[in-house]
């Protein structure tokens, strides 16, 4: 089995900064490209940034560009995201996944965390 465990989230204020980890564990390949994606209330499940499994490629959703960087250690395998200039529109529970597909689609992500609670307060 695969586990996907988050942390990091909490409250901050409008403009503040926060840095999530999602450590892996389990039978995880070294080579799964390595994802975040947020859902807010009443909302579909959103992309938010992926990397590949090497590092070599990072994408990020245009609402979040510039202000976001993901990242990420291979032994063990963690992912990070630096969310700086955190928005009240970024408030949302977001989620540590991982395929073995350079995608960016969250039906194609095989493993999933539980999920850590941003909220930024205006």
């Known amino acids: 089995q695969v586990q996907l465990v988050e942390s990091g989230g909490g409250l901050v204020q409008t403009g503040g900064s926060l840095r999530l980890s999602c450590a892996a564990s389990?039978?995880?390949?070294?080579?799964?490209?390595m994802g975040w994606f947020r859902q807010a209330p009443g909302r579909e499940r959103e992309f938010v940034a992926r990397?590949?499994?090497?590092?070599?490629?990072?994408y990020y959703a245009d609402s979040v560009k510039g202000r976001f960087t993901i990242s990420r250690d291979n032994a063990p395998i963690t992912v990070f995201l630096q969310m700086n200039s955190l928005k009240p529109e970024d408030t949302a529970v977001y989620y540590c996944?991982?395929?073995?597909?350079?995608?960016?689609?969250?039906?194609?992500?095989?493993?999933w965390g539980q999920g850590t609670q941003v909220t930024v307060s205006s």
């Open positions: 990397i590949s499994w090497n590092g070599d490629t990072t």
């Open positions: 389990g039978s995880t390949l070294t080579t799964y490209t």
């Open positions: 996944a991982a395929t073995n597909w350079n995608t960016v689609s969250a039906a194609l992500y095989n493993y």
